[in-house]
């Protein structure tokens, strides 16, 4: 097993779930699905290119940053909401999760386009905030930053709003 | 539907659907970084999703021909077998007991690593493994990848599919078949890396007193499968 690399196939099953959960964080749940296929038609492609000892799920973490990107762009989206959005909130929760809008889910969906990717890819990836700041741009120090931003807007916002019996 | 493009940072409406006191049954400050790793709003996926998107990769894979290698897994009287193809053809047929993972990474590194599960590409050749082990079906009609075989071994292997359903070849005579009667050994090692078990007959090959010699897939299949072949011929 030294410096050979596992089949493509074993990399979807260890990473699938995750990387689908940072897709539905960062673009939501019905793009999730578009983004999490690209992100995977891109890496089989590149696969054999990738030197044997590379963090493939940073790796793939990485694809699926650059794919949502694209998603965003290609439809001509916002993925920063602040300032010029209607006043009716999306009737869609997650489906299956409850959230009918007002859960820990939608206050993710709100944030700050940048402190949601650093969130999503330090705590649903579990990636170190070197690799983080090398997908997003900036230091890792400033990736940390937005991490606790986030943390603390979010913190914020749930305690204005009693949780339990929301999602029930 | 962008549920990012279309929802206030805090939605004014919240407190007049709900009618629930907003102070009872607060956390508040205990959200930290554990709450949304573990938040089931955020981490839980239904069932069959990963499965429908995996399907989905495949096939978009397979069209765009970067599948190098897709494999599938079929139950059979002598236990699950792993049947993988490339472009070309079927490239490998394994035994559980040689390890499926092991197996798969064999074929990561001396094929392609671009490997996936991708039973639709493997249709063919599992239907008529299924005809084979229910007796209806006497020779496979599948192209072949020999390419994880080279040289003597290949030419034995080669051989193979001229032993017909039903029949046996001693070590020996298929050393002479193949022009070189004294590889009797190399035979046997010939047939003990048979890359295409069952599809390639190896199991037709006993040793010249009649006794089984060896077997990739143990000695149990191989009698398995010559008793097979007896009650159908």
Known sequence: MMDMKQPFEKLVELHGATVLRVCRAVVGPSDAEDVWQETFLAALRAYPGLPPDANTEAWLVTIAHRKSLDAVRSTGRRAVPVGEVPETPSPHGVPGSGDAGNGLWSRVAALPDKQRRVIAYRYLADLAFNDIAAIVGGTPAAARRAASDGIKSLRTRLTATELEGESA | ?233
């Open chain 2, 1 to 233: 539907m962008n549920m990012f493009a279309s929802r206030p940072a805090d939605p004014p409406s919240a407190g007049s659907l709900h009618t629930e006191s907003p102070a009872a049954g607060t956390r508040p400050g205990e959200l930290g970084p554990v709450d949304i790793a573990l938040a089931p709003e955020l981490i839980t996926i239904e069932a069959g999703v990963l499965e429908h998107l995996h399907a989905g990769l495949a096939q978009r894979a397979s069209n765009e021909g970067i599948l190098d290698v897709a494999y599938r897994i079929v139950d059979t009287p002598v236990g699950k077998l792993l049947l993988a193809c490339t472009e070309r053809g079927l490239v490998r047929v394994a035994y559980e007991r040689e390890g499926l993972d092991s197996v798969l990474n064999t074929l990561a590194e001396r094929l392609s690593p671009r490997i996936l599960e991708a039973p639709a590409r493997l249709g063919e050749a599992a239907r008529q493994v299924e005809e084979y082990f229910s007796g209806r079906r006497r020779s496979f009609d599948l192209p072949v990848d020999l390419a994880l075989s080279t040289g003597f071994r290949r030419t034995v292997q080669q051989h193979l599919s001229a032993i017909g359903f039903g029949q046996t070849e001693s070590y020996a005579e298929v050393a002479r078949a193949v022009g070189n009667p004294k590889a009797v050994r190399a035979v046997g090692t010939a047939c003990a890396t048979n890359p295409l078990p069952v599809v390639l007959p190896c199991h037709r090959v006993l040793r010249s007193d009649g006794s089984l010699g060896g077997y990739i897939g143990g000695l149990e299949a191989k009698t398995a499968l010559l008793r097979l072949e007896a009650e159908a011929a």
